[in-house]
């Protein structure tokens, strides 16, 4: 049974009869098995497995745990056991309840924003700061609605920016008008799932004995809302302030740090023995982390025998002399690639790492870079795709038109309504056979200076502009066509579009679809427009070798797409494996390149953490942003107890392209790898003038 394969603390915690425990679980210390423990203790004490919620920070480290306990109890059990993410069991949840729920990803949502954000003008104000861009205002409205609590957004941005004052009425009105339109298409966030979800659980008994939190420390105000508004009988926190990391997305150390303030009855257990590192790593982990301030005291203890080789620092002359170096050494590396990471702080150290060991033909996978799902041209493809099935999806439309000349979000969001009100609610009847008793479909425009809204929609164009084109003639007489920013080229789009969906109606196979969208006039358009991008130089010119190069990996993707949906017959089917599962389809094999944030919670034989220059970590320019030196801190000794066995750490003194001159991460200092000079103290002092300002 499990509690049997527990250290004498973990099964203290798993056994613990207090309402509220807190298990400080450092890396390496078991925690999954401690949680599986105490799961086991709950059924066996009589609690029912649909008693019981698990919250996990991955939906993968759900399923693992959820296969432990079947091992035990078998899988009819176990799987009655509520187990996932906060997003996942809230969007379980809202289903139950049957809300209308059409969840869409950041992505697609920000592509919105974007069409309300572009109708606003700041220019009468009249202020001499720059506002902020639509990404960054939905960045900042993402960040507000998992850390406030209480305040309006408006007066959250005065109070947290007040030299951006002047513009807050503004930017409240955007997501006022963002959020009732996500309402009208009954669109969903993440952050809306837990709000909705919220709602629930201030008006329903949901029925957990206990709720269990897996990386408690990453958790944020909004999620700890939640918890409260559950009021579960009995609560079973796992995590460790030392891995904290995930502050820039609303995390909130306070969290983990008030738990014995907010519960005074609560129980505080430790987790002191390390199965992961040796010794060696362990105690340089140690020596950095204890710069910063002590939570809860925790001593670790290594249990492992194995042979212990000490940390190992790797210095370089000039930048990519480390990449170059560092991939020779990979190859002639005894571990199995498998086995080995190269974990770093900014993406550009992963390019110059990945381009090393491709050109020693040594295969590698990244994880938290650009997967081929996430590539513009596939997603464009499966948005043709997606509005075949559900012409209602805006954003689909929306992520399309944006690649044509002349059409932002703002205007794409215009044709697809004016589209919508041609054909009474469809888009392809407003294609296809338009009312021709609408004159103008466009929305009126909203007049309000104070809010930056002007009409710059004075009257409607001539569509003679156009006769030159070769449009078919039923095309050339949509309303459509009257929109007075629509230029040449995006007419031709728009007509390219209505030639492709005319030629997939009634095709029911799915591998007919999609070498049909690859092989129109308008995907390949879009082709086009993405290699010029791709291949364009400072001055603006094209590199013609850089373009076919490109165009021949996006030939290869369609290729590959192609014979991804030969399998299925069924369009839901395939674009729910497409969409949904796409995160599967993408395992490769060879060395592992990772974030440090892509590599919490997994562990390697061998791992080298590249980069480790001050300003690149700790990252400065982040910190400059609202971070801080304890989180890079908190970073760094992630990243360096992910290594069982062999840690490198490197970095270089010269970056001949920048021409910058580097001085060692004050970690290294902190490690003891590096002798404390005159640089060290200059960092510190400078981190303490900082402090004082």
């Not at 406030?148 to 009105?173: G, K």
């Not at 994880?367 to 590539?375: A, L, N, P, V």
């Not at 919508?420 to 407003?430: A, C, E, P, T, V």
């Not at 290869?556 to 674009?575: G, I, V």
Request: with cysteine; hydrophobic share 40%; glycine share 6%.
């Amino acid at each position: 049974m499990p509690l049997s394969r527990l250290n004498q603390e973990q099964y203290a915690a798993a056994t613990s009869t207090d309402k509220q425990n807190l298990i400080i679980a450092s890396a390496g210390t078991g925690k999954t098995s401690t949680i599986v423990g105490r799961i086991a203790h709950l059924l066996g004490s009589g609690i029912k497995p649909q008693e019981i919620l698990l919250l996990t920070f991955t939906n993968k480290a759900a399923a693992e745990m959820i296969a432990r306990v079947a091992e035990f109890f078998g899988k009819d059990i176990a799987t009655m056991i509520d187990a996932g993410t906060f997003h996942a069991v809230s969007y379980r949840w809202l289903k139950k309840q049957n809300k209308k729920v059409i969840l869409k990803q950041q992505r697609e949502l920000k592509t919105l924003f974007r069409s309300v954000f572009e109708k606003r003008s700041f220019e009468h104000i009249g202020a001499e700061i720059t506002p902020y861009g639509g990404n960054h205002l939905y960045d900042l409205y993402s960040f507000y609605q998992n850390t406030e609590l209480q305040s309006d957004f408006e007066n959250w941005v005065v109070n947290s920016y007040p030299e951006h004052e002047l513009f807050a009425l503004i930017y409240a009105d955007i997501v006022d008008e963002f959020e009732n339109l996500k309402k009208e298409y009954g669109f969903v966030n993440f952050n809306d799932l837990l709000l909705n979800f919220r709602d629930i659980c201030n008006t329903t008994e949901l029925g957990y004995k206990e709720i269990l939190v897996d990386e408690y420390q990453d958790t944020n105000a909004l999620q700890g809302t939640l918890l409260d508004a559950i009021k579960p009988p009995s609560l079973f926190c796992v995590g460790d302030y030392d891995q904290s990391i995930y502050a820039f997305n609303g995390a909130d150390i306070s969290i983990i740090s008030s738990f014995s303030t907010k519960f005074p009855e609560s129980k505080v257990h430790t987790l002191t023995k390390n199965y992961r590192s040796t010794k060696t790593i362990l105690s340089l982990a140690t020596k950095v982390i204890e710069h910063n301030e002590r939570i809860y005291p925790k001593q670790l203890e290594v249990t492992r025998n194995a042979p212990s080789y000490a940390p190992k620092l790797l210095v370089y002359d000039e930048l990519f002399d480390q990449y170059h170096a560092m991939a020779a050494q990979i190859r002639d590396s005894q571990t199995p690639q498998e086995e080995i990471a190269v974990i770093f702080r900014n993406n550009s150290s992963a390019d110059g790492i990945e381009v090393g060991l491709r050109e020693l033909g040594i295969p590698c996978k990244r994880k938290g870079g650009t997967s081929f799902f996430d590539s513009r041209e596939v997603k464009a493809v499966l948005d043709f795709y997606t509005l075949l099935i559900n012409e209602s999806d805006m954003m689909s439309f929306i992520h399309l038109f944006e690649f044509a000349r002349g059409i932002g979000s703002a205007m794409a969001k215009e044709l697809y309504i004016a589209l919508k009100n041609l054909g009474d609610g469809s888009i392809f009847y407003g294609l296809y056979a338009p009312d021709q008793s609408i004159k103008n479909p466009f929305e009126k425009r909203k007049l309000n200076h104070q809010l930056g809204l002007f009409d710059d929609f004075l009257e409607l164009g001539a569509v003679g502009k156009f006769a030159k084109l070769g449009f078919e003639a039923k095309f050339m007489k949509n309303q459509i066509l009257k929109h007075p920013k629509l230029t040449k080229d995006s007419a031709t789009f728009l007509h390219d579009f209505y030639l492709l969906y005319r030629d997939l109606k009634g095709i029911k196979q799915p591998k007919t679809i999609v070498k049909k969208i690859v092989n129109s006039n308008v995907f390949r358009y879009i082709a086009e427009v993405l290699s010029n991008k791709r291949a364009q130089l400072k001055d603006g010119t094209i590199d013609e070798k850089q373009k076919i190069e490109s165009l021949t990996r996006i030939t290869r993707k369609m290729m590959l797409l192609e014979e991804l949906s030969k399998p299925y017959n069924e369009h839901d089917r395939f674009l729910n494996a497409m969409i949904l599962g796409s995160s599967d389809l993408t395992q490769g094999e060879g060395v592992n390149l990772l974030s440090v944030h892509a590599s919490k919670g997994l562990e390697y034989k061998e791992v080298y953490v590249v980069d480790l220059m001050d300003g690149r970590f700790p990252n400065r320019k982040l910190m400059h942003r609202g971070g801080s030196l304890d989180e890079e801190r908190r970073l760094f000794y992630v990243a360096v107890t992910r290594a069982k066995d062999i840690l490198y750490l490197s970095y270089a003194k010269y970056d001949k392209i920048k021409k910058i001159n580097f001085i060692a991460s004050q970690f290294l200092y902190e490690a003891g790898l590096v002798p404390k000079d005159e640089l060290y103290k200059a960092l510190v002092q400078k981190e303490m003038d900082k402090e004082e300002d």
